[in-house]
């Protein structure tokens, strides 16, 4: 199965700041299409995941442009600008390029 | 509005069945590819099956740790998909949700004797 790592585990930011989050595949998580399945969720607390971005940097219906996601092949970042207190939770991304698809372990975003 | 409500969760003690549902409402379900995905109490998320929409046959797959095991099934005229889950296994404790670009509220599942 693909292993998607995630960093940081924990992400201290300030209210109004930016943060960056990386996930690295095991492999690459270009599809044969061309198309590159990796998605980006935001689990609030006490919620469930929500989709944030899908195939590295497209913002689903609602998500504001404070988020933006970008990379390639087997590294990727999710951004977020001007963070604001409802951006706090439980960050994960998925890759579907490959069977199964598989999680990265997450990354808390919090209050510095 | 979307909307996807699991129900059936519970504590069950291991060996035993338990049957999820996904009732859904506000989008397509007809042609949507439905998924479970669990979430185990240290907040890991692992995707465990899919089921395809009916142009696709309603073709299924699973996770290798619930193969043999887990059935998802799904009635698009009830706009509802299942899971069965048999032989339940202590490490299946986990919340369980249902899935399509949107999630729902998920249902926890406890196995345990």
């Known amino acids: 199965d693909v292993v998607m790592t995630q960093t940081p585990v924990s992400l201290p930011v300030s209210l109004g700041g930016q943060a960056s989050i990386s996930c690295r595949s095991s492999?690459?998580?270009?599809?044969?299409?061309?198309?590159?399945?990796l998605h980006w969720y935001l689990q609030k607390p006490g919620q469930s995941p929500q989709l944030l971005i899908y195939r590295v940097s497209n913002r689903f219906s609602g998500v504001p442009d404070r988020f933006s996601g970008s990379g390639s092949g087997t590294d990727f970042t999710l951004k977020i600008s001007r963070v604001e207190p409802e951006d706090l939770g439980d960050y994960y991304c998925?890759?579907?390029?490959?069977?199964?698809?598989?999680f990265g372990s997450g990354t808390k975003l919090e209050i510095k | 509005e979307v909307q996807l409500v699991e129900t059936g969760g519970g504590l069950v003690q291991p060996g035993k069945s338990l049957k999820l549902t996904c009732a859904t409402s506000g989008f397509t379900f007809s042609t949507a590819w439905m998924h479970w995905v669990r979430q185990s109490p240290d907040k890991r998320l692992e995707w465990i099956a899919r089921?395809?929409?009916?142009?696709?046959?309603?073709?299924?797959d699973y996770v290798e740790s619930v193969k043999g095991r887990f059935t998802i099934s799904r009635d698009d005229s009830k706009s509802s998909v299942y899971l069965q889950m048999n032989s339940l296994k202590e490490e299946d404790t986990a919340t369980y949700y249902c899935?399509?670009?949107?999630w729902g509220q998920g249902v926890m599942v406890t196995v345990s004797s």
């Open positions: 492999q690459s998580l270009v599809h044969s299409n061309g198309n590159t399945y």
């Open positions: 998925l890759q579907s390029t490959h069977f199964p698809p598989t």
């Open positions: 899935t399509t670009d949107y």
């Open positions: 089921i395809k929409d009916k142009s696709n046959n309603y073709a299924t």
